[in-house]
């Protein structure tokens, strides 16, 4: 509107108001028309801020409302994920997904979006009424879009490669930052970080260099633009002023104004198609990344019609249960077992025997390749994720505590658990002496996975964790591995406690944890070498026998 209304007033003021303006004044009177055009001018900006405060409340809210679902959405689904999923990924990559590329989105549609809409309807606007003024001219002014449009769509497709290898590069980096901000004391320890601030410089360096690839193809684009705009509005100013100059009555000093003023409004923006379809590609490859994330397939898939167990009793079987990582490296072979309920079983073997491989299979955190594992007759696959891990409390020999109070981290996940709850299950895994004796006693501060306990510390937390939770299986993996002799005798005297009724597996190094359990296996290459009580495998004077005398001094 504005030039058109520059239009109006050049006119009037060159005593050549236009006429539907004098219909609707009633009067030919240029004093006259200039105040209707000046109150029309008032009416005219008031109208484009009160769309323009529309905008801003409205518009933006939309794309923090998407921003904030597409994060949660993305999460939700990266939670449902296999394991696998996350052994394969790197932290630092997901976490770029999780931020820069959302936010990506969410710049493209705060700007990008509502620019791409802006220049649509001025395009159609800003074409109808230089139409309507001189369509000779409008034909001049317009010659240059279809090479302009070409410009932009090359462009696109030259730019979009760029940056995709710029969110890889992104990722790559955040990598690198989040696996040297975990490492530090490894960093630290070994006098690396001359070596480490190089690894991050090369990766920053990466980065900045496909940056520079993608900036060097979007700054040629804008003037390359601005030329075919010129040459377009130069042809047509050219032929206006001729009209004018000539008396040939085609065209009012007024309307040349206008058109030379709405032509620039309709072409230059052009320009800005660079800067839009740059945005739109960042988003476009955050876009892929994201959407690719929330698209692949979960490798461990619920069955449609999933059986819902009224009460876990704890009877597992494993039926000649086979297991690869990799298909040419079996870790199980034909493993076979039961185990009744209520009863406490001890695993050992050497590393790599599968201990923990049998757990990650039992909580179905991976599917086995082969063989059947059962809770209560029931085929695992048959039950909803949810339910099977529910009933099972694991203590893993990785104990991770998120940051929070010590009490958070015993009651993690568990609503309406009172005080005297989590101070039992605390007495249990030989804590509480220890909580009591903080400043802050059970609302002290873990820091960032733990760093503030010792590692028996944060290990005793996360077996006072799973004896709260109180699951019909209890998988004990090496959870006494980082205490001292002393506390693991003390947590084994309050062991038949917290495993009375349910049916507990223990996977140890230390024979001592498993000497008192109802029955040990041994693992051997993925299979049960040897099996029974303590006594029983001492008589065999086999593989058990062995490590016993090992762990006890006698050899």
């Known amino acids: 509107?504005?030039?058109?209304?520059?239009?109006?007033?050049?006119?009037?003021?060159?005593?050549?108001?236009?006429?539907?303006?004098?219909?609707?004044?009633?009067?030919?009177?240029?004093?006259?028309?200039?105040?209707?055009?000046?109150?029309?001018?008032?009416?005219?900006?008031?109208?484009?801020?009160?769309?323009?405060?529309?905008?801003?409340?409205?518009?933006?809210?939309?794309?923090?409302?998407?921003?904030?679902?597409?994060?949660?959405?993305?999460?939700?689904?990266?939670?449902?994920?296999?394991?696998?999923?996350?052994?394969?990924?790197?932290?630092?990559?997901?976490?770029?997904?999780?931020?820069?590329?959302?936010?990506?989105?969410?710049?493209?549609?705060?700007?990008?979006?509502?620019?791409?809409?802006?220049?649509?309807?001025?395009?159609?606007?800003?074409?109808?009424?230089?139409?309507?003024?001189?369509?000779?001219?409008?034909?001049?002014?317009?010659?240059?879009?279809?090479?302009?449009?070409?410009?932009?769509?090359?462009?696109?497709?030259?730019?979009?490669?760029?940056?995709?290898?710029?969110?890889?590069?992104?990722?790559?980096?955040?990598?690198?930052?989040?696996?040297n901000i975990s490492g530090i004391l490894v960093i630290k320890s070994f006098t690396a970080e001359r070596f480490e601030a190089e690894r991050v410089e090369q990766a920053s360096n990466h980065y900045k260099q496909v940056n520079f690839g993608a900036i060097k193809l979007s700054a040629v684009f804008i003037p390359l633009i601005r030329m075919l705009i010129a040459l377009g509005m130069a042809g047509a100013m050219l032929l206006g002023s001729y009209w004018i100059l000539n008396g040939s009555g085609k065209l009012t000093v007024g309307e040349l104004t206008f058109f030379a003023m709405m032509v620039q409004r309709m072409l230059w923006p052009i320009t800005r198609l660079g800067q839009v379809f740059d945005s739109f590609e960042r988003a476009r490859a955050s876009a892929r990344r994201i959407f690719g994330l929330m698209d692949a397939p979960n490798r461990i898939t619920e069955v449609e019609q999933p059986v819902e167990p009224k009460q876990v009793q704890g009877n597992i079987s494993f039926n000649q249960v086979s297991f690869h990582y990799q298909p040419e490296v079996p870790i199980l072979n034909n493993l076979s077992f039961n185990i009744k309920a209520g009863k406490t079983i001890g695993f050992a073997g050497t590393t790599g025997a599968g201990k923990t491989t049998l757990i990650k299979l039992l909580l179905r955190l991976y599917d086995v390749t082969g063989g059947v594992i059962t809770i209560d007759g029931v085929d695992i696959r048959q039950l909803p994720k949810r339910t099977l891990r529910q009933n099972i409390a694991l203590v893993s020999q990785e104990v991770y505590l998120f940051h929070g109070t010590i009490k958070e981290n015993i009651a993690y996940s568990l609503e309406a658990v009172s005080d005297a709850q989590i101070e039992a299950a605390a007495k249990k895994a030989e804590l509480h002496q220890f909580i009591v004796g903080l400043p802050n006693g059970y609302d002290t501060l873990v820091g960032e996975r733990g760093i503030k306990l010792s590692g028996g510390q944060r290990q005793r937390l996360s077996l006072a964790r799973a004896i709260l939770k109180d699951a019909p299986v209890l998988i004990l993996d090496e959870a006494t591995s980082a205490v001292d002799t002393e506390t693991e005798r003390a947590i084994q005297k309050n062991i038949h406690q917290f495993t009375k009724n349910r049916t507990a597996i223990v996977i140890a190094h230390r024979l001592s944890t498993i000497r008192q359990a109802d029955c040990i296996f041994i693992l051997d290459k993925g299979a049960v070498a040897e099996q029974g009580t303590h006594e029983e495998l001492l008589g065999l004077d086999g593989v058990y026998a062995g490590l016993w005398r090992v762990q006890t001094g006698e050899v």
């Open 1 to 179: 509107m504005p030039p058109i209304m520059v239009g109006w007033i050049v006119d009037t003021v060159s005593r050549n108001p236009p006429q539907w303006i004098q219909s609707l004044t009633g009067t030919s009177d240029s004093w006259t028309i200039a105040i209707f055009c000046a109150m029309l001018i008032i009416v005219i900006f008031g109208a484009e801020s009160f769309f323009q405060w529309l905008y801003q409340l409205r518009f933006m809210q939309l794309a923090q409302r998407v921003q904030h679902d597409l994060r949660v959405d993305t999460y939700r689904q990266l939670q449902q994920r296999e394991i696998a999923y996350f052994e394969e990924e790197r932290t630092g990559n997901l976490m770029s997904m999780m931020n820069d590329d959302i936010n990506q989105l969410e710049r493209f549609l705060n700007t990008g979006f509502n620019d791409l809409i802006q220049l649509t309807v001025l395009f159609i606007f800003a074409g109808i009424t230089i139409w309507m003024v001189s369509w000779e001219m409008a034909v001049i002014s317009i010659l240059p879009i279809p090479l302009m449009l070409v410009g932009v769509f090359y462009y696109q497709r030259k730019i979009a490669p760029h940056y995709l290898r710029v969110r890889q590069a992104v990722g790559s980096l955040s990598n690198r930052l989040e696996n």
